[in-house]
């Protein structure tokens, strides 16, 4: 069976980059005419065939660039079409409620223009090492899709491949590659302002900061719903070193002396295990302590009660993830991009107004 020839193919033959391959079929600047020319002429002599209507595709884009954006597809104008990779960590892969409808977002979008998705998980193992899977060690991809956190030092490795990268729900000031977030500032801001709202004062925070930028973030946003209410919060009801365990977390909420009227969790595993602790301690929820987490996850909806939370629209991580990918496909040098996507505050059943104290 004849296998499809590729741009990156004929720059292998030309031994020019992929990228002046890309602008001379696309007729753009960039590449003098000789090169045009030549990169034209071996194409046809390769077999090398345009994806799915890309030549279409680019004749609609130069007659109506107005309408180019998400609801358009991945990107205005596709690249031949081919592989993109998709990895994450083991941890990322076991939250299926979260990440398992973005990679299949992912996949559903790619299926759309003719694109095979990989999909690989990564052990701790091999983040430690830096153990690349073999298909970026060989470039037999074409981009790349990072999902969630892994180790900084791992993510630099993959970018080092050279192959077009973009993160989602992840970034770090030392990597250079586009990132499709959530707005885990203002979100968590939101969340907090809604138990100021209620009248609570007494805030407590569960996460693990060290875990993910996201988690720090929300953590700020936190902090800054707290400041712009004129509420101190107590440090040692911020709870930055967590561990997402239901042990640990009845543990920690048993030995409090004195408890918050509220916590904020920065997801709703989190939130989930406050909920259980709570009760299991003769704690009413909402009655005597209001609960808000983050992602309206399958464990938010479950709870009982049942969680307030943010909810995080994945398919728009999976449409703006490729779009990205495939601009970078098509402009390698273009500034890379941080990309933030709001959530909706789901207002259930675990928010109430804060408990009346009990007069002196």
Known sequence: M????TMQDIADHLHISKNSVSQALAGKDGVSEATRALVRETAEQMGYVYGKSRRGQQDEAAAHPSSIGPSSGPSAILPDSGTIALIASDYAFSRKSFFGDIYLSVDKELKKYGYELIIQSISPEDAEALRLPAFLENRSVDGILILSHI??????????????TVLIDHHHPSLEADSILTNNRFSAYEGVRHLIELGHRDIGFMGDIDYSPSHYERLEGMRLAAFEAGLKLRE???????????????????????????????????????????????????????????????????????????????????????????????????????????????????????PEKPSE
């Open 236 to 354: 040692d009801w911020l709870i930055q070193d967590a561990v997402e365990d239901s042990s640990y977390v009845h543990g920690t909420i048993a030995e409090m002396k004195e408890r918050p009227t509220a916590w904020f969790c920065v997801n709703d595993g989190f939130g989930f295990m406050i909920t259980s602790a709570l009760q299991h301690l003769g704690i009413k929820v909402p009655e005597e302590v209001s609960v808000v987490s983050f992602d309206n996850g399958y464990l938010s909806q479950v709870c009982t009660p049942s969680t307030t939370t943010l909810d995080v629209n994945r398919s728009l991580f999976a449409s703006y993830a490729l779009k990205q990918l495939f601009s970078r496909l098509e402009n390698p040098q273009q500034p890379y991009t941080e990309i933030l996507l709001p959530t909706q505050l789901l207002i259930r059943e675990s928010t109430a107004p804060p």
């Open 2 to 5: 004849k296998t499809k020839v």
């Open 151 to 164: 180790t900084t030092s791992y993510v630099q490795a993959v970018l080092d491949t050279g192959i077009p």
